[in-house]
């Protein structure tokens, strides 16, 4: 906007360019107002007419929200407040958002049993097989967890629940998963990873005591980064999909809120969770069900013929660094909305640190299955995948004791025998 300063030479020649930085200023403005009101628009295209049949995820995310107003009277909160209330004096009262999905479901399984409150949140969408979310909540009913069927950008459900119990943590875990599904419905990724978690930090920092809060980030912020291991000093600023990028936005913004408000938050970066009860859009999980279909199954091999691996870490790791976590996080330090002294803040890698080639992934599962896959080598595609994820582990082995135990050997056995008897002598049809 340097042409609308005063022009610096005095006298005559500031009368003669008078008219024209007018013109010039009156263009801007017009130029301005002109782009402002496009911007604004495509703002709204993209959030409130996005369409439903592109848009499953959303469709059904407003579908929820209409049912937050049946969310009262005095036996749903007796359920939650039941559901919150931890067995002994010290226990924590925990906010477990995405309750119902894979990480959730072991995570509020484990706080449960070792006495903790727990109150989870989920919407059920439909990104994969919602009756698989379904049976993660009967599993869950049984062990006492309660789950709230709602969004995390439902103010009005997060508000009640906020006042019927004064939550101690937050384990939010509520995210739009997947970098492919990113090229066909990015704005589900905008709405669940960055809206969604400033909703769910706006009520943080405007609570009365505010939770301390551990939230899921990603290894996928490493993005286009070639020194290995990945380490949480390494860059973040190149990222490979729209998943990462919303990743890497949400450390951003739990860094905001930290800074102003006060808010005790610790990021957990995942590397690739697999287990029982996983998420069927992830390799494992549907190499499994294709090789048992007699279905080929895609191997991909990156630039030049290299090897594609990952840093599988089982979920059992995976729930022992997120209790611990919890469990070291300190106390937020703001109060209604406003900071009273410097805030814990932290962000720790959570992998297996031994990656292993997706080709020797699927030997493991052909060993296990007992049957030959039928493998279809061909080049990755340019769809946000990156060739290799590595994770060094040291911050999180000093800091929350942090100490993987499973190979992949051992964790995808354990994998099959649950896949076996959910889907084939459960007769559950596969996806």
């Not at 959303?58 to 579908?63: A, E, I, Q, T, V």
């Not at 209409?66 to 939650?80: A, D, Q």
């Not at 492919?180 to 909703?199: D, Q, T």
């Not at 990156?386 to 060094?392: G, K, M, R, S």
């Amino acid at each position: 906007m340097k042409h609308i300063d005063s022009p610096s030479t005095p006298g005559k020649f500031k009368m003669e360019k008078a008219p024209y930085n007018r013109l010039r200023l009156q263009s801007s403005i017009a130029k301005l107002t002109f782009w402002s009101l496009v911007f604004v628009g495509m703002i709204f295209v993209f959030f409130y007419r996005s369409p439903s049949s592109l848009n499953p995820v959303s469709s059904d995310l407003s579908r929820r929200s209409l049912r937050t107003s049946s969310y009262s009277g005095p036996n749903f909160e007796k359920k939650v407040r039941q559901s919150a209330k931890p067995r002994s004096r010290h226990g924590m009262s925990v906010l477990v958002t995405g309750a119902a999905g894979f990480v959730g479901t072991h995570v509020s399984a484990s706080l449960k049993r070792r006495g903790d409150g727990v109150l989870g949140l989920d919407n059920f969408n439909s990104y994969y097989d919602p009756s698989l979310k379904r049976a993660r909540q009967t599993l869950l009913e049984r062990s006492g967890v309660y789950i709230v069927e709602g969004d995390i950008n439902d103010g009005e459900l997060l508000a009640k629940l906020f006042d019927i119990v004064p939550f101690t943590h937050v384990m939010h875990l509520a995210a739009q998963a997947g970098v492919r599904f990113a090229m066909e419905n990015p704005s589900s990724y905008v709405h669940s990873n960055i809206a969604g978690l400033v909703s769910v930090l706006e009520f943080c920092k405007n609570a009365n005591p505010q939770p301390a809060i551990v939230w899921a980030s990603s290894s996928s912020v490493y993005g286009l980064n070639t020194k290995v291991p990945f380490s949480e000093r390494d860059r973040t600023d190149q990222p490979a999909s729209l998943y990462a990028a919303t990743k890497k936005a949400g450390e951003e913004i739990a860094h905001t809120y930290n800074h102003i408000y006060g808010l005790s938050l610790t990021g957990l970066r995942f590397f690739t969770v697999y287990g029982p009860w996983g998420r069927p859009d992830m390799a494992y999980f549907f190499f499994t069900r294709d090789i048992l279909k007699g279905k080929s199954i895609p191997i991909f091999e990156a630039v030049n013929h290299g090897t594609v691996a990952r840093d599988f870490t089982f979920i059992e790791d995976i729930v022992m660094g997120s209790l611990a976590a919890l469990d070291t996080a300190e106390k937020s330090t703001g109060s209604g909305g406003k900071k009273k002294g410097p805030a814990q803040l932290r962000v720790y890698n959570l992998g297996n640190t031994s990656p292993v080639p997706v080709g020797d992934l699927v030997s493991i599962l052909e060993k296990l299955l007992k049957v030959k896959a039928k493998r279809l080598v061909m080049k990755m595609p340019r769809n946000g995948d990156v060739p290799f994820t590595h994770a060094n582990i040291s911050l999180a082995e000093r800091e929350l004791g942090y100490k993987p135990t499973t190979d992949l050997h051992t964790g995808l056995k354990k994998f099959v025998q649950w896949y076996l008897s959910y889907y084939v002598d459960g007769k559950k049809s596969t996806q």
